[in-house]
């Protein structure tokens, strides 16, 4: 391992489709979070998942000390107690009050998440599928007017729908930006560019050279963009990065094993 790579200290890692897929755990998921906490690094699952969900993810490896759910909405540390929050980027009630009006004019189906609650306007059959794979329940409320509202979920399907998202995204405080295929997270747009990256690097004391970044979404490309050591999970490409200079290491990976023998052949973590 050069010099550069010695200094990693945090490993940001997306959660569905980088880690797990619709039957859980992937099989080397485990063996990554272990390989990269033994190797010294602080392991952060950054995610579009609600925070029940991915304190959940985050209980069955006590080597995770760190998560950003809502996709870097909300950023928060582990403590002997639970979890204690350490940025909240809550959109202002105007805002989503507009957001809301927006989408409805569009017959857009539209949920939204605190940092302790998931609420639908009704419960279907997308919200019950989501409840069962992500292991978190909805509240059944409006989320107009409110003043704690952290993410916004929208599922355009149709031209017009598409046309509203990007109008929101148009708004220089706000961003749209796909979490999975279908899921188009809005968030304040400084937690888009990162995921919740500025917060944990700066938690940490630490710049991002330090920092190894794993996913496979749009809403992973800013973490990626900037990490010193990137792995693009398929089928994200690493071509969709912002161009960095020399010192950026990227990796196109079609699965969790290809990451884990680059990791492996660069000394960051131990091989076997």
């Known amino acids: 391992m050069n010099d550069a790579l010695k200094t990693l200290r945090l490993a940001m890692l997306d959660v569905d489709g980088t880690l797990r897929d619709e039957s859980g755990w992937k099989p080397s998921a485990a063996r990554l979070i272990e390989a990269l906490h033994d190797a010294g690094l602080v392991v952060a699952l950054c995610s579009g998942r609600n925070t029940e969900s991915l304190h ?50 569009a017959d857009m189906e539209l949920w939204a998440y605190t940092d302790g609650s998931w609420i639908v306007e009704s419960v279907n059959e997308r919200v019950t599928a989501e409840s069962h794979y992500v292991g978190a329940q909805a509240t059944v409320g409006s989320f107009t007017d409110r003043d704690d509202i952290v993410k916004m979920l929208a599922f355009p399907l ?51 050279d330090q920092v190894v970044a794993m996913g496979d979404g749009e809403n992973d490309l800013g973490m990626l963009s900037k990490a010193g050591v990137a792995m693009a999970m398929a089928p994200l490409r690493s071509t969709l990065l912002d161009p960095t200079g020399t010192d950026r290491r990227r990796f196109d990976c079609p699965d969790l094993a290809t990451a884990i023998d680059h990791l492996a052949g660069l000394g960051v973590i131990a091989a076997g």
């Open 56 to 105: 959940g993810s985050a209980d069955e490896f006590r080597q995770i000390s760190l998560v950003a759910p809502c996709s870097g909405s909300l950023v928060q540390a582990r403590t002997d107690d639970g979890w204690s929050t350490l940025a909240n980027r809550s959109i202002s009630p105007e805002t989503v009050s507009w957001i809301a009006e927006q989408t409805a004019e």
């Open 158 to 208: 149709s031209r017009r729908q598409r046309q509203v998202l990007e109008r929101i995204d148009a708004q220089r405080d706000l961003a749209v930006v796909q979490s999975y295929p279908g899921y188009f997270d809005i968030v304040r747009a400084e937690a888009a560019a990162t995921k919740g990256g500025d917060i944990l690097t700066e938690h940490l004391g630490i710049g991002w």
